[in-house]
């Protein structure tokens, strides 16, 4: 982050982080550390991860909560300095769940923050809230974003892309993994659907750049500086990571056909059809001058490539899904 790295007594106040144990929470956990924060409250209900979260960063707090459900985990709120919320469903099979995980949950996190007069919210919402897709993931993220925008208490809306980075259990990082297994690696179609990858680290300078000042309020679109086609950015991640699998096309009915052949035997699969969906969409999102506006560092897709697959520690890190 550019700027002082200078954060006063009142900024070091507890922070909450509601589901996170996932991608955005592990990489933002370990920058509030370097930041000097010590008192960091992680709420998730995968157990698994929060295991990973308690070996890499021992001093952070971590609680099992199930957040659509009320429970004990609340009493963390009395005194925050601040909240980011992460939770959400972002694969599965049936609606019902991410309308438990993302619009159930939320109402009641937003329950605990005005009860307890916590200041300030960070709430991560998503891009593909201005795309085409119609999906459970999209029109549930819609409610819960609907929601946190009509309430009274102070926040922002930072709205991601498709992010990557250390402990990326999804997306790039389940693909690397994926990519070494096997010796063919199966691309949808022709392979050029534009991509606007957001590195996770950059995305974390933001959410603190927002707790630090707490003068952010509306919605952000925080979308990669860089463009790329989903198959160059395949060929990328191959390059890094040394990998000799072929890359092969293969026509897109085909391969919608086997992730729902896959969807039968898996009930959490790593890629869905519907994902799939969203993926050739063909969307392009608004890119703002973030690093900028919250004055932090915009890192080349390259680099940023290279910091996730080769950081001496947290690269080994693989989250389950």
Request: hydrophobic content about 40%; aromatic content about 12%; some cysteine.
């Amino acid at each position: 982050m550019l700027g002082s790295d200078l954060v006063s007594e009142q900024q070091m106040g507890r922070i909450i982080l509601p589901g996170g144990a996932g991608l955005v929470g592990q990489n933002l956990v370990a920058r509030l550390r370097s930041r000097g924060y010590s008192d960091v409250v992680v709420l998730d209900k995968h157990r698994t991860n929060l295991k990973v979260l308690e070996k890499v960063q021992p001093w952070v707090v971590t609680e099992y909560a199930d957040l659509a459900e009320r429970g004990a985990w609340e009493r963390h709120f009395e005194g925050a300095a601040g909240v980011v919320m992460l939770q959400a469903q972002i694969g599965g099979l049936y609606l019902s769940e991410f309308v438990r995980n993302n619009v159930g949950s939320t109402r009641i996190v937003l329950d605990a923050i005005q009860r307890n007069s916590v200041p300030y919210l960070v709430h991560v919402s998503s891009s593909v809230l201005e795309s085409s897709a119609n999906d459970f993931y999209t029109n549930t993220k819609r409610e819960q974003e609907r929601i946190v925008l009509e309430s009274s208490i102070p926040h922002v809306v930072l709205r991601p892309t498709l992010m990557f980075g250390w402990f990326d259990r999804k997306h790039l990082g389940w693909l690397s993994r994926f990519m070494r297994k096997v010796p063919v690696f199966p691309i949808p179609g022709n392979g050029r659907y534009m991509r606007q990858p957001l590195y996770v680290g950059d995305f974390c300078d933001v959410i603190i750049s927002c707790l630090e000042r707490r003068t952010f309020t509306g919605v952000f679109n925080i979308s990669g500086h860089e463009e790329i086609d989903y198959i160059e950015m395949i060929r990328e991640v191959r390059r890094v990571i040394a990998a000799r699998t072929a890359i092969v096309r293969i026509p897109y009915f085909l391969f919608y056909f086997l992730l729902w052949f896959w969807a039968r035997f898996d009930k959490s699969p790593p890629f869905t059809t519907q994902q799939l969906k969203a993926l050739v969409a063909r969307d392009e999102f608004e890119v703002i001058d973030w690093p900028t506006i919250f004055e932090v560092r915009c890192t080349p897709f390259r680099d940023a490539i290279h910091e996730t697959f080769h950081h001496p520690q947290y690269s080994a890190i693989t989250l389950e899904f």
